[in-house]
Nanobody, 116 residues
């Protein structure tokens, strides 16, 4: 079993910043990639950012967050998502995911609310 625990969500005004963190535990042997998704009310879940755990640690960002969000590896089982210049449209539940040996695992999510 793999467990993911997200933290750092909350309420912030437009233009502000938040930092999300995600820690994996349990049967963790060799993480391929970790990432963040989000789901706003009434919308489908969308990919926000990912980072690979191999050499170099390549990253991917959705166009909507490029230049504002930064995903980073904190250690071998933890990633963070620094979110700057937040907009009301960034309001959503943010979910962490981890990929290992072809399987993907999800956290329970953390709510980010951006007020205008």
């Amino acid at each position: 079993q793999v467990q993911l625990v997200e933290s750092g969500g909350g309420l912030v005004q437009a233009g502000g910043s938040l930092r999300l963190s995600c820690a994996a535990s349990g049967s963790i042997f060799s993480i391929d990639r970790m990432g963040w998704y989000r789901q706003a009310p009434g919308k489908q879940r969308e990919l926000v950012a990912t980072i690979t755990f191999g050499f170099g640690g390549s990253t991917y960002y959705a166009d909507s967050v490029k230049g504002r969000f930064t995903i980073s590896r904190v250690d071998t089982v933890t990633v963070s998502l620094q979110m700057n210049s937040l907009k009301p449209e960034d309001t959503a539940d943010y979910y962490c995911s981890v990929e290992q040996y072809g399987a993907e695992y999800w956290g329970k999510g953390t709510l980010v609310t951006v007020s205008s």
